[in-house]
Nanobody
Framework: QVQLVESGGGLVQPGGSLRLSCAAS????????MGWYRQAPGKQRELVAA???????NYADSVKGRFTISRDNAKNTVYLQLNSLNPEDTAVYYC???????????WGQGTQVTVSS
């Protein structure tokens, strides 16, 4: 049974930082592209950042230069470092795993990030 468990969300002031983690189990982690998505109230879920098995990365324009995605295959974990946060970054952040050799696709339960003074 595949599980993706996010952690690290919370309340932070504008300009602050957070690090999100997503621990995966029940899957061959190294064969998946891992991504972080977010969904703000009343908006569609959007891709924030993704990292392939070969560690190529992709970022939404709105977070380039502020967020960094990384992965540790030994720990089956993907991270998202969020810097210079602003209120527009407030959303539920979801971890996603997309198989690079098949159609498997999994989601975590989400973690809330709130940026407010």
């Amino acid at each position: 049974q595949v599980q993706l468990v996010e952690s690290g969300g919370g309340l932070v002031q504008p300009g602050g930082s957070l690090r999100l983690s997503c621990a995966a189990s029940g899957m061959l982690f190294s064969l998946y592209t891992m991504g972080w998505y977010r969904q703000a109230p009343g908006k569609q879920r959007e891709l924030v950042a993704a990292i392939t098995s070969g560690t190529s990365t992709n970022y939404a324009d709105s977070v380039k230069g502020r967020f960094t995605i990384s992965r540790d295959n030994a720990k089956n974990t993907v991270y998202l470092q969020l810097n210079s946060l602003n209120p527009e970054d407030t959303a539920v952040y979801y971890c996603n795993a997309a198989s690079e050799i098949g159609a498997a696709n999994y989601w975590g339960q989400g973690t809330q990030v709130t940026v407010s003074s």
